[in-house]
Nanobody, 124 residues
Framework: QVQLVESGGGLVQAGGSLRLSCAAS????????MGWFRQAPGKEREFVAG????????DYTDSMKGRFTISRDNAKNTVYLQMNSLRPEDTAVYYC?????????????????WGQGTQVTVSS
């Protein structure tokens, strides 16, 4: 089992940047593929980015490509989401999630563990 705690959210102006962190408990962090998801008010939770257990493979939703970067540090049990060129439509609660297995998956149902979320608000 793994527990996840996100941090780094906040209020930023359009065009600005934020770096989210997700710290995981336990000694088996490197056995989990990780994902970042977000949920805006009144909308379903959506996939943002995913990273394989070793960090060698990543996946992004098209609208995030070139703006967001997911990375991980297995020695620190932490996964990151660097967000640049933020837009008001990026405003949401951002969640990190963990799943056992090698493949990168975009569906929420494949992730067994979730953090509590961190709010990101982008003002215009």
């Amino acid at each position: 089992q793994v527990q996840l705690v996100e941090s780094g959210g906040g209020l930023v102006q359009a065009g600005g940047s934020l770096r989210l962190s997700c710290a995981a408990s336990g000694r088996t962090f490197s056995s989990y593929a990780m994902g970042w998801f977000r949920q805006a008010p009144g909308k379903e939770r959506e996939f943002v980015a995913g990273i394989s257990r070793s960090g060698s493979n990543t996946d992004y939703t098209d609208s995030m490509k070139g703006r967001f970067t997911i990375s991980r540090d297995n020695a620190k049990n932490t996964v990151y989401l660097q967000m640049n060129s933020l837009r008001p439509e990026d405003t949401a609660v951002y969640y990190c999630a963990a799943r056992s297995g090698q493949s990168l998956v975009r569906l929420t149902g494949f992730y067994a563990y979730w953090g509590q979320g961190t709010q990101v608000t982008v003002s215009s």
